[in-house]
Structure formats: C-alpha cells, structure tokens
C-alpha cells in the first residue's frame, strides 16, 4: 500500500512552528497582523475566511476583519487597500477570491503591497518567484513542496508533471519544482495526450478542477502522487481530482481528500504572515 501523505498533520506542525515563531516576536515587542477583506457572502468564501480567522487566533496572529457588502465599488475596495497599505501595523493583506463580477480582480490584487501580498498573488511577488528572489510564494503549492519535503520525498532529479496551469496553483507549481531541481512539465487542456505524458511522471500533481478525472491509466507504477482538487460528490463528501480508490494502488506515496493538500493552505498562509515581518 502507498505511503499516505497526511496533510492534517504536517499542517499542524507547520502552525506550531509558526506559533512559536509568533511568541518570540510578541517577546521582541513585535505583533504580527493580517487583514481579511471578503466582498459579499458567498459561502464558500464565509468558511474559508472563517478559517483563516481561526487559524490567525490559534498562532496568535491578530486579524482585522473587513466584511463588505456586495455592491461594493472597486474604488471603495482600492481605497481601503491603499488605507491598510500605508498602516505600518498591518504585516499582510488578504483579499477573498472570488470578487464580485463588476471589480476588477487584477486591479485588487496590484493594489496590495507587494510587502505585505500574503497570498503570493502580486505580478512583483510572481516575477521574484520565476527569477529565484525573494518574495511571497503561493500558499497551496508552496503547501504541497512542504508536504513533499517532510514525507522524505526528494525532488531534485525526478520527472514532475503539473496538470493544469492556473496563476494560483499550476504555475506557481511549476517554478517551484523547477527550483527544487526536478525535471518539469506542464500539461493542460490542449496537452494532446495527456496520458503518454503523466506516465512519465516520478511526481504527478494534479490541480485540473474535475472530479475524479485521474485514474491509474494516468500513473507510473510507483509514482507520487499530489491531489489539488476539491470537489463535492453526489453523496455531499468531498473528493479530489484523482480517483483514490483507483489509483493509490499503482503509487508510492499519494495525498487524500480531504486531509491532504487542502489543510496546508492555511498553513502556509500563517507562515507568510511571519515571513512579512521578515520581508518588511
Ligand atoms: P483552474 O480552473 O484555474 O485551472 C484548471 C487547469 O486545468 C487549467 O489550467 C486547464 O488548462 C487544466 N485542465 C482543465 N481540463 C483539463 C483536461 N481535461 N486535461 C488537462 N488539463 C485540464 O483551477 P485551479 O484554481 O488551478 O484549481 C484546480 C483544482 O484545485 C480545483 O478543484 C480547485 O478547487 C482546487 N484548489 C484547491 C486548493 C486547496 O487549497 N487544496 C487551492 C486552490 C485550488
């Protein structure tokens, strides 16, 4: 049977780090602060922010909470982002994706400092990633090389297939296996065939956003493999992109869902938040 990679638990470790991280600098005199800003009340967003909330108050990071309505206007939005931009004692900005239809996404992410871009989303904190500089890196795939790296799972020298090549998580992804020394590519919905590709992979990270679309058809024997998607079945419980049951047999090590990648998200948001003080 595969190794299973147990991203609650990591996650857990991570936010202890970080908790103790948070304690030194509160001796220091320093506090580390995040605001959260969330337009309209989608409830997907509600629970992700409340999360986010939860896991600021349980490292000991303070949050500020900006709750606004939906028919916010763009310019409001940008006013109070460059208002927590110029606040020294704010460390890191969080805007909740996604923003109604009638703001401009792009626009609100080039507001926020790149100084204080917790999320890793800024073109400047993009641009620092690709050329080796530092900078705020992306929660979720920085997530999944910390799951990689504490499973003992090398990289350097292995064969890493990203599906999927969204700015959030394929890309980013992507450099980021590249920075570790493996051997990358990035497939996509126009990839001709996907399988003879992902057959080559000693890693396999999968962010393509449809339900079990991955079987063993897709995997080496002995590959591992990292699962990005988070979906909803038809009995109401969560599953990934990858189909499990079908393919944790052929791998050698391979995350569930949920405890897998999802958990250490937040995580790596908490540890962004410190890294601010650093970056600052
Ligand atoms: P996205 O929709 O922005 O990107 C999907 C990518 O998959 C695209 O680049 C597309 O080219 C590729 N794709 C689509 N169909 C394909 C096909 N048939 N063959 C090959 N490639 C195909 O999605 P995203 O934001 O990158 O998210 C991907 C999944 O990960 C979603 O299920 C999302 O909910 C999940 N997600 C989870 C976390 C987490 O914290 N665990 C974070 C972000 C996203």
Request: charged content about 25%; some cysteine.
């Amino acid at each position: 049977m595969p190794q299973v990679i147990d991203g609650k638990q990591i996650s857990a470790q991570i936010k202890d780090e970080v908790k103790e991280k948070v304690a030194r600098l509160k001796e220091q005199g320093t506090t580390v602060c995040l605001a959260v800003i969330q337009v309209g009340a989608d409830p997907a967003s509600s629970v992700y922010v409340g999360n986010k909330k939860k896991a600021c108050a349980y490292v000991g990071i303070e949050s500020l909470s900006y709750e606004l309505p939906e028919e916010t206007s763009q310019a409001e939005l940008l006013s109070l982002i460059d208002g927590l931009n110029k606040k020294p004692e704010v460390n890191g900005i969080l805007v909740q994706l996604p923003l109604p239809g009638h703001i401009d996404e792009d626009a609100v992410i080039r507001a926020i400092d790149p100084k204080k871009d917790v999320d890793g989303f800024h073109p400047q904190s993009v641009g620092a990633l690709c050329i080796g500089q530092p900078g705020f890196v992306s929660c979720t795939p920085a997530g999944i090389i910390e799951l990689l790296k504490r499973s003992g799972i090398e990289i350097a020298g292995k064969e890493c297939v990203v599906i999927g090549r969204s700015n959030i998580v394929g890309k980013p992804m992507a450099i980021l296996l590249l920075r570790e020394n493996g051997t990358v590519t990035v497939t996509h919905s126009r990839t001709r065939d996907l399988k003879e590709v992902t057959r080559r992979a000693d890693i396999l990270v999968v962010a393509i956003g449809r339900p079990k679309m991955i079987t063993k058809e897709y995997v080496k024997d002995g590959a591992v493999v990292i699962d990005v998607g988070i979906h909803r079945n038809e009995n109401n419980k969560l599953c990934g992109d990858v189909d499990y049951e079908d393919v944790a047999p052929v791998c050698s090590a391979i995350t569930p869902v949920p405890g897998g990648v999802g958990p250490m998200t937040i995580a790596m948001l908490m540890y962004n938040c410190v890294r601010s003080i650093e970056l600052q």
